[in-house]
């Protein structure tokens, strides 16, 4: 049965990273091929997709993007993977836009939830005209300090947010770190792994103490207090539309610790510190170099600090917005950071066939917080203060 969203002003997966839902231009999946897409749309009384206006957003579901028979501009998702899993991250997602409900007039938005039918994967969400992907910004260097800091206030109202009565969220933890605390791997995985996610998992599973600083990150997690969480927070998951931060894909929703969020935003830019440094983005001048292990290093702290300030105004307008946090978050933030580094290498790994010096690079920094998180947090721009 299709259940249609009720209606809610328009202010408003799980180890590998998605990229870039905003870039258009993809061919979609053939819509004769599933025809519940459009009994789907006619049942939320939109009407089909006109068949020459669809484009695929990039993702790990099925999507199309598109003008409807009525006019109306709509995305709609089918969500890929096990059974189990689906339903779980179709749970979490309707469990958000029930919270969602109650934050309107708050510094969080998202797309606007038309309906879903958890028979067949599917969920419809307006389109957001103009939008553009927060990771194209990135790219561009045209995502500015007040976008930052308007995205801190977004997920600190989502962390003061109180779920609605009788609503149950989900308790579990996230799979990743704990994943790696777990010995070996599964057969059927490791049979599927490229070269690349074999390279990895060895590197992961035979630091020891890597595995003592994860250990401790997951024991200090569950210890710490919950609140509605993101809990897969990436860039290219913000969509901006005049300054307008709109937070997507909310299947990994749950009660969590907030500093998970946190240092994901803060490993986001990290990552892409780390990335810069064999570019000449931020650089006055630019000339071939030997980039050997002093060179990296110089360059790392060089570009950490030209985007740091993006990390502090995202960290200064979420602790205006929280009532209060506990002592250790910052910390837990950091080390959070740190493993953003190490899952964003852990994530590109099944497309590739190795691991690149840099993303190994990536990972060296973010190891070296995760084990001593309390003397990078100011460092990665997650300073006290207001």
């Known amino acids: 049965m299709v259940a249609v969203a009720e209606s809610r002003a328009p202010s408003r997966e799980s180890t590998r990273h998605r990229t870039d839902k905003r870039n258009l231009g993809y061919t979609p999946v053939d819509l004769d091929s599933v025809p519940e897409v459009g009994r789907f749309l006619r ?38 993977g096990p059974p189990e899993d689906v339903a779980a991250r179709m749970r979490r997602m309707l469990s958000f836009e029930r919270l969602a409900g109650l934050l309107r007039g708050t510094p969080l938005h998202s797309p606007v939830l038309l309906g879903s039918d958890p028979a067949t994967r599917l969920v419809a969400f307006e ?32 962390h003061e947010a109180e779920p609605p009565d009788g609503e149950e969220l989900d308790r579990s933890p996230p799979v990743l770190p704990a994943l790696l605390l777990r010995p070996g791997v599964a057969l059927q995985a490791y049979q599927d792994f490229s070269y690349a996610e074999i390279e990895v998992w060895r590197l992961l599973q035979g630091d020891p103490r890597l595995l003592e600083a994860i250990a401790r990150l997951c024991a200090r997690e569950a210890a710490a207090p919950k609140v509605p969480a993101h809990c897969d927070l990436r860039v290219d998951q913000f969509i901006i539309v005049r300054d307008r931060v709109h937070i997507t894909d909310w299947e990994e929703f749950r009660l969590a610790d907030g500093a998970r969020d946190v240092g994901a935003f803060a490993g986001e830019w990290l990552y892409r510190s780390v990335l810069d440094i064999v570019t000449s983005r931020g650089d006055s001048a630019f000339v071939d170099l030997e980039f050997d292990h002093r060179t990296v290093l110089r360059r790392g702290a060089e570009k950490i600090e030209r985007l740091r300030p993006k990390v502090e105004h995202f960290w200064r307008a979420y602790l205006r917005g929280r009532e209060r946090i506990d002592d250790e978050f910052a910390e837990r933030a950091a080390a959070f950071a740190g493993w953003h580094m190490l899952d964003r290498m852990i994530a590109g790994s099944p497309q590739r066939g190795r691991i690149s010096g840099i993303e190994k690079a990536a990972a060296g920094i973010g190891r070296k917080i995760l084990l001593e998180p309390g003397r990078f947090a100011a460092t990665i721009g997650l300073g006290a203060g207001k």
């Open 127 to 158: 389109y957001i005209e103009s939008g553009v992907s927060g990771a194209r910004l990135m790219v561009d260097e045209t995502f500015h300090d007040g976008l930052a800091a308007a995205a801190g206030e977004a997920i600190a109202a989502l």
């Open 43 to 80: 049942e939320l009384g939109v009407g089909d997709f006109q068949r020459d206006s669809v484009t695929a957003p990039v993702g790990r579901n099925d999507t199309w993007a598109g003008v409807t028979e009525s006019g109306r501009k709509v995305f709609v998702k089918r969500l890929e």
